[in-house]
């Protein structure tokens, strides 16, 4: 990807879930060449997903708790 052509720069956005206003803010502030808010608005647009991730996670453990349980008591 080359980090000036604003197509690729846009594409990645999508790719990685942003909506069409956090990716209009980003390419305002790229445009302007404010590198310190663009990483800003990545950090956090990174963080929202890890905690997405996260919280899909437990769900995860806790139906793997479940199947775990089940199996246990049926081969009793």
């Known amino acids: 990807m080359n ?8 594409q990645n956005l999508i790719d990685a879930g942003c909506g069409q206003s956090f990716i209009s803010e980003f390419m ?4 302007k060449d404010n590198i310190s808010k663009e990483l ?17 996670q437990k769900r995860i453990d806790c139906l793997d708790y479940l ?9 009793v």
């Open 40 to 56: 800003k608005l990545l950090e956090a647009h990174r963080r929202s997903l890890l905690n997405n991730l996260h919280k899909e």
């Open 67 to 75: 199947v775990y349980q089940m199996t246990k008591e049926n081969s």
């Open 3 to 10: 980090i000036n052509d604003e197509k690729s720069i846009v």
């Open 28 to 31: 305002e502030d790229f445009r």
